[in-house]
Nanobody, 118 residues
Framework: QVQLVESGGDLVQPGGSLRLSCAASKFTFSNYAMSWYRQAPGLEREFVATITSDGSSTNYAESVNGRFTISRDNVKNTAYLQMNSLKPEDTAVYYC???????????WGQGTQVTVSS
Protein backbone atom coordinates (compact mmCIF):
# COMPACT_ATOMS: atom_id res chain seq x y z
CA GLN A 1 0.00 0.00 0.00
CA VAL A 2 1.36 3.39 -1.03
CA GLN A 3 2.31 5.56 1.92
CA LEU A 4 3.39 9.13 2.46
CA VAL A 5 4.08 9.90 6.11
CA GLU A 6 4.78 13.44 7.22
CA SER A 7 6.61 14.24 10.43
CA GLY A 8 8.36 17.14 12.13
CA GLY A 9 5.42 19.36 12.91
CA ASP A 10 5.55 21.13 16.26
CA LEU A 11 4.79 24.26 18.25
CA VAL A 12 7.45 26.89 17.58
CA GLN A 13 7.88 30.56 18.43
CA PRO A 14 7.77 33.26 15.76
CA GLY A 15 11.14 33.55 14.07
CA GLY A 16 11.92 29.90 14.74
CA SER A 17 12.64 27.03 12.38
CA LEU A 18 11.30 23.57 11.67
CA ARG A 19 12.12 20.83 9.20
CA LEU A 20 9.30 18.67 7.94
CA SER A 21 9.90 15.25 6.44
CA CYS A 22 7.75 13.18 4.09
CA ALA A 23 8.74 9.53 3.95
CA ALA A 24 7.49 7.59 0.92
CA SER A 25 7.04 3.86 0.50
CA LYS A 26 5.56 1.31 -1.90
CA PHE A 27 6.07 3.36 -5.05
CA THR A 28 8.99 4.52 -7.21
CA PHE A 29 9.76 7.78 -5.47
CA SER A 30 12.14 9.05 -8.16
CA ASN A 31 9.33 9.08 -10.74
CA TYR A 32 7.32 11.61 -8.77
CA ALA A 33 7.51 15.34 -8.27
CA MET A 34 6.99 16.19 -4.61
CA SER A 35 5.05 19.11 -3.24
CA TRP A 36 4.06 20.59 0.07
CA TYR A 37 0.66 22.13 0.70
CA ARG A 38 -0.88 23.57 3.84
CA GLN A 39 -4.34 24.18 5.21
CA ALA A 40 -5.16 26.60 7.99
CA PRO A 41 -8.45 26.34 9.92
CA GLY A 42 -11.36 27.66 7.88
CA LEU A 43 -9.26 28.11 4.75
CA GLU A 44 -8.67 26.11 1.59
CA ARG A 45 -5.59 23.99 1.11
CA GLU A 46 -2.87 26.04 -0.55
CA PHE A 47 0.32 25.31 -2.45
CA VAL A 48 3.59 25.89 -0.60
CA ALA A 49 6.47 24.42 -2.64
CA THR A 50 7.33 21.81 -5.24
CA ILE A 51 10.42 19.98 -6.47
CA THR A 52 10.88 17.97 -9.64
CA SER A 53 11.43 14.23 -9.59
CA ASP A 54 15.19 14.58 -10.00
CA GLY A 55 15.48 17.55 -7.67
CA SER A 56 16.75 19.87 -10.38
CA SER A 57 14.04 22.50 -10.10
CA THR A 58 11.94 24.01 -7.33
CA ASN A 59 9.12 26.51 -7.07
CA TYR A 60 7.59 28.32 -4.12
CA ALA A 61 4.52 30.24 -3.15
CA GLU A 62 5.25 33.92 -2.85
CA SER A 63 4.34 33.88 0.84
CA VAL A 64 7.17 31.48 1.71
CA ASN A 65 9.77 32.30 -0.94
CA GLY A 66 13.11 33.04 0.68
CA ARG A 67 12.09 31.48 4.00
CA PHE A 68 11.26 27.88 3.08
CA THR A 69 13.40 25.37 1.17
CA ILE A 70 12.13 22.14 -0.37
CA SER A 71 14.54 19.27 -1.00
CA ARG A 72 14.53 15.53 -1.54
CA ASP A 73 16.69 12.46 -1.12
CA ASN A 74 15.90 9.84 -3.76
CA VAL A 75 17.97 7.25 -1.92
CA LYS A 76 16.08 7.68 1.34
CA ASN A 77 12.75 8.18 -0.50
CA THR A 78 12.10 11.28 1.54
CA ALA A 79 11.16 14.86 0.81
CA TYR A 80 11.84 17.74 3.17
CA LEU A 81 10.62 21.24 3.86
CA GLN A 82 13.00 23.46 5.79
CA MET A 83 11.04 26.35 7.27
CA ASN A 84 12.89 29.36 8.66
CA SER A 85 11.74 32.72 10.01
CA LEU A 86 8.36 31.24 10.83
CA LYS A 87 5.39 33.54 11.28
CA PRO A 88 2.05 33.01 13.03
CA GLU A 89 0.38 32.97 9.62
CA ASP A 90 2.39 29.84 8.76
CA THR A 91 0.27 27.93 11.27
CA ALA A 92 -1.47 25.11 9.42
CA VAL A 93 -1.57 21.40 8.77
CA TYR A 94 1.16 20.66 6.23
CA TYR A 95 0.64 17.92 3.66
CA CYS A 96 3.02 16.35 1.18
CA UNK A 97 1.89 15.24 -2.26
CA UNK A 98 3.54 12.98 -4.82
CA UNK A 99 2.66 13.53 -8.48
CA UNK A 100 3.82 11.18 -11.22
CA UNK A 101 5.99 12.74 -13.92
CA UNK A 102 3.76 11.59 -16.79
CA UNK A 103 0.68 9.79 -15.50
CA UNK A 104 -2.37 11.35 -13.87
CA UNK A 105 -1.47 9.75 -10.57
CA UNK A 106 -0.89 11.41 -7.25
CA UNK A 107 -0.80 10.54 -3.56
CA TRP A 108 -1.27 12.57 -0.38
CA GLY A 109 0.03 12.18 3.13
CA GLN A 110 -2.07 12.52 6.27
CA GLY A 111 -0.58 15.86 7.36
CA THR A 112 1.47 17.23 10.23
CA GLN A 113 0.51 20.20 12.42
CA VAL A 114 2.71 23.28 12.54
CA THR A 115 1.80 25.94 15.08
CA VAL A 116 3.69 29.22 15.28
CA SER A 117 2.88 31.08 18.47
CA SER A 118 4.53 32.80 21.39
Amino acid sequence: QVQLVESGGDLVQPGGSLRLSCAASKFTFSNYAMSWYRQAPGLEREFVATITSDGSSTNYAESVNGRFTISRDNVKNTAYLQMNSLKPEDTAVYYCKAKHRFLKLDYWGQGTQVTVSS
